[in-house]
């Protein structure tokens, strides 16, 4: 059955492309996602690394560069009681 060859070649030939752009798509996600949180953006932009990988950072790292960002925290953190500053 040339037609059962041919479907099993195609389904392997996609596992072989898919599952490591799968793998570093998650590799991406987590700092991804911790960096996305650090500068006040949505989380949400992380899911564009499992796009072709290289194309969704490409995307997401253009759109944090031009983003505004929220100003970090400028107020010291308060001492405990009871120690003079």
């Not at 991804?32 to 650090?38: G, P, V």
């Not at 490409?58 to 003079?84: C, H, N, Q, Y």
């Amino acid at each position: 059955m040339e037609w059962l060859d041919a479907l099993h070649d195609a389904i392997g030939d996609t596992w072989i492309q898919f599952v490591p752009s799968v793998l570093i798509g998650f590799l991406v996600v987590i700092p991804a996602t911790r960096l996305l949180k650090r500068v006040g953006m949505s989380r949400a932009w992380a899911l564009l690394s499992f796009f072709p990988p290289w194309l969704g950072l490409v995307v997401m790292v253009w759109v944090v560069a031009f983003s505004s960002w929220k100003p970090a925290d400028t107020e010291k953190p308060s001492l405990p009681r009871g120690i003079p500053p």
